[in-house]
């Protein structure tokens, strides 16, 4: 049984961990190679290998090298879970621009960006059109004399505002508008899809439409840039065909653009350069890993990754399920199947074949955030039961079906149970309205509300009806 566990990195992922491993009674030392927030914490400890130990596949161990302040040192863990994430590695493809090393202008990656004071007065161009390269431009915007943001394929923009004011996570992601979503057809998913996200902005008049919208591309949230863009303080641009000593030229124009400052919001690759191939190889963007957790060859499953995966939802409580099941595998208490089962699964995803129905997660690491949670907690036994609960507590049944998936969900049953769960998931609108509502208002009672409540529960009825058939 491991009793020892490495943690490698003091990220989101990685603090999960550690509070995973003590909730298990496991004794977990956090290595973090930055000098903030890191168990044990060893800051500004760089991790130089990660190997199995002589006797394997007895013991199941590792040792661990690290480096910190010149100094090599060198420990024997039961177990190790590598919490480096994908963000790891600057992706900076200065191969793909033509004439940028004439450019006499500055260029960064976005990474390296701290405060917009450096566009001041200046004509900036953003490459990217993710989270990081559209918080770029419409901060640059505020400043800079001109931005322009540069995309390839487009992207969807919406707003952390949904409908009628509520936050768009709390309303998009319900188990009932997952359920909704996973049977229908792809085709009518991706159309109702894009219907609902251009009420709010049509993507087209702003020239930001995707190109492929057959495949689920990460949404960029950002209130502010459609304002910027029909002012005149934003533009939207094509990819670049030239970059020369104070300008650019954009595909499909052969005008010049004056540009003092190019910001490369490119994204990331990642690595594990402490890990032999022969433990986890990365190929095409993703690892060969059993619910991107486990390698699925090792003869003992004493080593797992944590937090490489993209879900349609938060990645935080993502993180923190898959650290509750991977303890309790590196403890003993749970099994892994055969590895020919994992490698047949594994093997599987890779293919990328979508399944008709759903959303279509056809690139790499993508996943559904629910779905993937639920059968991760279903492993130990702390996935809701909402048969059970819509007889012991329809109530309770009725708000997590219909009201956000929370996780406070993952903390009504099994390992790691919270007496406080249900009452969280009840009051999780009061707590959510109770900052912003500084003005009491007197609000009329609709005369549908009984209606709508009783339609819900029947719906729910049908709902759980058609899961169990």
Known sequence: MAKRVAIVGAGVSGLASIKCCLEEGLEPTCFERSDDLGGLWRFTTKVCSVTKCSDFAVSGQWEVVTMHEEKQESAIFDAVMVCTGFLTNLYLPLDSFPGINAFKGQYFHSRQYKHPDIFKDKRVLVIGMGNSGTDIAVEASHLAEKVFLSTTGGGWVISRIFDSGYPWDMVFMTRFQNMLRNSLPTPIVTWLMERKINNWLNHANYGLIPEDRTQLKEFVL??????????????????????????????????????????????????????????????????????????????????????????????????????????????????????????????????????????????ALQSDYITYIDELLTYINAKPNLFSMLLTDPHLALTVFFGPCSPYQFRLTGPGKWEGARNAIMTQWDRTFKVIKARVVQESPSPFESFLKLFSFLALLVAIFLIFL
């Open 222 to 363: 950002n209130d502010e840039l459609p304002g910027r863009i029909i002012t005149g303080k934003v533009f939207i641009r094509p990819s670049i065909k030239e970059v020369k000593e104070n300008s650019v030229i954009f595909n499909n124009t052969s005008k010049e653009e004056p540009i003092d400052i190019i910001v490369f919001a490119t994204g990331y690759t990642f690595a594990f350069p402490f890990l032999d191939e022969s433990v986890v190889k990365v190929e095409d963007g993703q690892a060969s890993l059993y619910k991107y957790i486990f390698p699925a060859h090792l003869q003992k499953p004493t080593l797992a990754i944590i937090g490489l995966i993209k879900p349609l939802g938060s990645m935080i409580p993502t993180g923190e399920t898959q650290a509750r099941w991977a303890v309790r595998v590196l403890k003993g208490v749970n099994k892994l199947p055969p590895p020919s089962v994992m490698i047949e699964e594994i093997n599987g995803r890779k293919e990328n074949k979508p399944s008709w129905f759903g959303l279509c997660y056809c690139k």
